[in-house]
Nanobody, 124 residues
Framework: QVQIVESGGGLVQPGGSLRLSCAAS????????MSWYRQAPGKEHELVVS????????NYEDSVKGRFTISRDNTKNTVYLQMNSLKPEDTAVYYC?????????????????WGQGTQVTVSS
């Protein structure tokens, strides 16, 4: 049974930092690219960043480039998201998902469901 558990969210002031973690189990972790999505209140899920199976390839959404860094540890079945210089518009629930790469784009696996995510709130 696929399990993905996100953690590390919280309340932070603008300009602050957070490190999110994503612990995965129930599947061969190193076989899948992984991605972080986020959903702000009243908005659709947005793909933020993806990382290839071995961690050598990353793809960032423009608004987070230079501020967020994704990494993975295949020995621990864990993905990390280091978020620096946080802005109020980064406020959202962040989700970690298995993804696949097709024609240069990452997509959530159709059979996977959104978990609980972890809330990130950037506010003074």
């Amino acid at each position: 049974q696929v399990q993905i558990v996100e953690s590390g969210g919280g309340l932070v002031q603008p300009g602050g930092s957070l490190r999110l973690s994503c612990a995965a189990s129930g599947f061969t972790f190193s076989n899948y690219p992984m991605s972080w999505y986020r959903q702000a209140p009243g908005k659709e899920h947005e793909l933020v960043v993806s990382i290839g199976k071995r961690g050598g390839t990353t793809n960032y959404e423009d608004s987070v480039k230079g501020r967020f860094t994704i990494s993975r540890d295949n020995t621990k079945n864990t993905v990390y998201l280091q978020m620096n210089s946080l802005k109020p518009e980064d406020t959202a629930v962040y989700y970690c998902m298995r993804t696949y790469l097709y024609d240069g784009y990452y997509y959530k696996l159709p059979g996977d469901y959104w978990g609980q995510g972890t809330q990130v709130t950037v506010s003074s």
